[in-house]
């Protein structure tokens, strides 16, 4: 009787200790489903502060763009728009937005251009021309399709790197994709230094030296004349003092869930408009 006493209280503890183990994992289950569903939803609201990042954008476009100018030796061009951090209801929120000026990089349509080669890896350059060759638009979404472990958006804290993405080194906008024809052009305020001497070698351009001097306090420096006092560029370049064409890259935080958009936007007759936005892959 004893016995059958002591095996019915194993069976009842037994019971009970799987009873606890399948309680645990349920309330676990029902925790985690919790979490991610809290997850989705910032991430949802994530996504609804976009629009107030395209206010803050045109904002800065509209009021600062026209005056960007980068140290000569400033290695890409790139501008901070934004970088702000807050809390609300004990969640800890962050956006951070860089503007990348397009005629401030090699030219897409320019890549097998001896004179601009040299400013892309071989690597990478060859992998774009495969993705150009096959008629695809421009985009960084279409050269990530065909990256090989190098990166190819910008990343956050860029203005903090040494190291350029191809993102910040290759204009996929410049010139505009669908109009392939179009002479490129560089922005003389804001590219990196050697691709100004190229492009003011190609157009037979002259001023080095007051550009340099220009940028190194801040100011804008105005595109030279040909000699003979020509306005128009050989060799399909055009040089240029201020960009209508810039890309930023968008990053809103709250709590762990991080979400980044590259956004594109170009000046038309009266207004900036926005022409392409990629959701940028983890």
């Given at each position: 009787?004893i016995a059958?006493r ?22 676990r ?7 991610t ?20 954008a ?18 890409k ?7 702000d951090?807050?809390t609300?209801d ?6 951070k ?6 005629l401030?990089?090699?030219p ?10 040299a ?19 421009p985009?960084l979404d279409?050269?990530?399709m065909v ?12 203005t903090?790197s040494e ?7 290759v ?23 050697p691709i ?12 080095i030296?007051?550009?340099r ?13 040909l ?21 930023i ?11 980044a958009?590259w956004?594109v936007y ?5 207004s900036w ?5 990629l959701?940028i892959?983890?």
């Open positions: 009787m059958r002591g095996i019915a209280l194993l069976i009842v503890l037994a019971t009970l200790v799987v009873s606890v183990a399948a309680a645990a994992i349920t309330a289950a029902i925790s985690l489903h919790k979490a569903s809290e997850q989705l939803n910032v991430a949802i609201a994530l996504g609804s502060l976009l629009p107030a990042c395209d206010e803050v045109i904002d800065w476009l509209d009021t600062r763009s026209k005056l960007a100018s980068l140290p000569a030796t400033a290695p061009p790139v501008f901070t728009v934004l970088d951090e807050w609300w004990s969640l800890g929120y962050s956006i937005m860089n503007a990348y000026d397009q401030g990089m090699v897409w349509s320019m890549l097998d251009d001896a004179r601009f080669r400013f892309v890896p071989s690597e990478e350059r060859d992998s774009i021309g495969q993705a150009l060759d096959a008629e695809a638009i985009g279409a050269w990530w990256a090989d472990g190098w990166c190819v958006f910008p990343a956050e804290l860029d903090e190291t350029s993405a191809l993102g910040s080194l204009a996929t906008h410049n010139p505009m994709p669908l109009d392939r024809r179009a002479p490129a052009a560089i922005n003389l305020n804001t590219a990196p230094w100004v001497e190229a492009a003011l070698r190609i157009s037979g351009r002259s001023g030296e007051r550009i001097s220009a940028r190194s306090k801040g100011e804008l420096a105005p595109v030279p004349a000699d003979g006092g020509s306005a128009s560029d050989p060799d399909g370049i055009v040089l240029v003092s201020t960009s209508p064409t810039w890309s890259r968008t990053d809103i935080r709250a709590g762990r869930v991080h979400r958009w956004s170009t000046h038309t007759e009266r408009r926005l022409v392409q936005r959701a892959p983890e």
